[in-house]
């Protein structure tokens, strides 16, 4: 494939872990590793083709609600995995950015020291951002940037007799993620959204793979580059 100029965002809901290790015959809390060894995998093809922006639906405000157990496991697999980014080298080789979308403040206080402080060591990474958004949810955010917005209105920073300041482009800037994926990508085979980004990929083209998120393959990815740059979009024209 000749390399991608349109592409500079990519969204991911990571679907099917679970299933995969019970297809494997595993327990499937051990799913969870899988998919973090593919999202290794899936950061190099995106440094290949030149992505400047990967946004991945890691953990949403309802994975909350499953049983304490796989909790404790994803929130131990982001404990061991944030730590490790801190230290790699190709965090810093390759000028990637780590962002964390969503109510970090939900999770435990160790886990949010680490998060933030990937956030600050890389904050000044311009080659690849990674979005991980973790207790997140579509609409949440949306509340949360309304939220953001009355109290701006009651310390003043919005002048509400100019109600016409608050457009499109001011709430935007007012979310968790202020930038619009051109592609959006679901393993595991269910075609839904599942509350992930609804205000931002209101044009995006959407991928469904029925490959679970372990499985995904370069060969898919590439083909979903190919395919979006033979779309027309139109973005409701």
């Given at each position: 494939m000749e390399e991608s100029k349109q592409v500079k965002h990519i969204a991911i809901i990571m679907?099917?872990?679970?299933?995969?290790a019970q297809k494997q015959g595993?327990?499937?809390v051990r799913g969870?590793?899988?998919?973090?060894?593919?999202?290794?995998?899936?950061?190099?093809w995106c440094l290949e083709y030149r992505i400047k922006e990967l946004t991945l639906y890691t953990f949403?405000?309802?994975?909350?609600s499953r049983?304490?157990?796989?909790?404790?496991?994803l929130l131990n697999l982001f404990r061991k995995h944030f730590e490790k980014l801190k230290d790699d080298n190709k965090i810093s080789?390759?000028?990637i950015r780590v962002r964390v979308i969503g109510r970090?403040?939900?999770?435990?206080?160790?886990?949010?020291?680490?998060i933030y402080e990937i956030m600050e060591k890389t904050k000044t990474h311009d080659n690849l951002t990674i979005n991980f958004a973790m207790a997140y949810g579509g609409r949440e955010e949306i509340v949360d940037a309304v939220r953001k917005i009355a109290e701006d209105v009651k310390f003043g920073s919005i002048n509400i007799t100019n109600i016409d300041s608050i457009d499109e482009k001011m709430f935007a800037s007012k979310l968790y993620l202020n930038s619009d994926p051109e592609i959006v990508i679901r393993t595991g085979g269910d075609k839904r959204t599942s509350n992930f980004l609804p205000w931002q990929t209101i044009y995006s083209e959407w991928f469904f793979t029925t490959s679970l998120w372990p499985e995904f393959s370069k060969e898919e990815f590439v083909k979903i580059l190919d395919e979006f740059n033979s779309r027309e979009r139109r973005f409701g024209k």
């Open positions: 679907d099917g872990n679970r299933r995969f595993l327990d499937k969870h590793d899988s998919g973090a060894k593919k999202l290794g995998e899936v950061i190099e949403s405000m309802q994975n909350f049983e304490k157990r796989e909790v404790d496991t080789k390759n000028r970090i403040h939900m999770f435990p206080e160790d886990l949010q020291r680490s």
